[in-house]
């Protein structure tokens, strides 16, 4: 038995054990060095640091990662890549309405924060000292979360199933809803994240379902520039859309 697990008569690992392990271990090593980012910041943990954290020696920490900037690029595909991209794919889903739609977006993106909430931390708390390329990639794919969620409000606005508001700024209302998931919720088996997220998701539907599109008898003046102001805005994105 090596560090590298059991090997077979050749003196190599066999690839159905290798992969399941590479993966367990490459695990290990993200969410240790996330605690050592977390606790030292990334200039004061070196790879060393990340080896001894894990259990391996030096070299052998190479056959998994080179850098401390490939740490930072796992964590982003882990933490933000990954979400765009889940997201992305729950808003192509034809079967779902737009209100089904930013209800299982909501859900999945608070759930992705509440069970790696230190790569969340991490990466929102060094922002300004990732390296450049790092930088772009994790603001690529904020952008993305940002897109989709604008995008499947856009939907449901058209639809008539939503309010008339400014997407963008509610796209980014819920988004800091979720985020700030990674820095309050912390599970516990008599505290799963699930029902959380549950309750985020409706509560971010409540925001902006259209509740009763039936106009009152007698609005007051207010009322019915308020009334006509979300038809023009309405109307406005009919206009965009068709174009």
């Known amino acids: 038995m090596s560090e590298d697990g059991e090997r077979g008569d050749n003196g190599r690992v066999p690839r159905k054990q290798a992969a399941p392990r590479r993966k367990l271990l490459m695990s290990e090593i993200l969410e240790q060095a996330t605690q050592l980012f977390a606790e030292r910041g990334y200039d004061g943990t070196t790879l060393q640091d990340v080896a001894d954290a894990v259990g391996l ?25 990954e979400a765009a991209s889940s997201l992305r794919a729950m808003r192509q889903r034809a079967d779902l309405d737009p209100t089904q739609k930013l209800r299982a977006l909501v859900r ?13 931390r991490t990466l929102d708390r060094s922002e ?46 819920i988004i800091g809803m979720c985020n700030w998931v990674a820095w309050w919720f912390h599970p516990a088996p008599a505290h799963p994240a699930e029902p959380v997220a549950e309750q985020i998701a409706a509560d971010a539907v409540a925001m902006v379902v259209q509740v009763d599109k039936r106009r009152p008898s007698a609005p007051t003046p207010l009322g019915a520039v308020a009334l006509l102001q979300q038809d023009l805005d309405y109307l406005a994105r009919l206009l965009r859309v068709e174009d």
Do not use: C, W
């Not at 030096?58 to 933000?80: C, D, G, I, Q, W």
């Not at 993106?109 to 790569?119: D, E, G, I, S, T």
């Open 57 to 81: 020696s030096r070299p052998n920490l190479y056959n998994y990662v080179r850098s401390k900037e490939e740490l930072l690029v796992a964590m982003v595909e882990a933490t933000s890549q």
């Open 128 to 173: 300004q000292a990732l390296p450049s390329d790092i930088a772009e990639r994790h603001l690529d794919s904020r952008r993305a979360v940002l897109r989709e969620i604008t995008g499947v409000l856009d939907e449901g606005i058209v639809a008539g199933l939503f309010r008339p508001l400014d997407s963008r700024v509610t796209a980014l209302s």
């Open 108 to 120: 999945e993106l608070v759930l992705q924060r509440a069970n790696n909430p230190a790569q969340f």
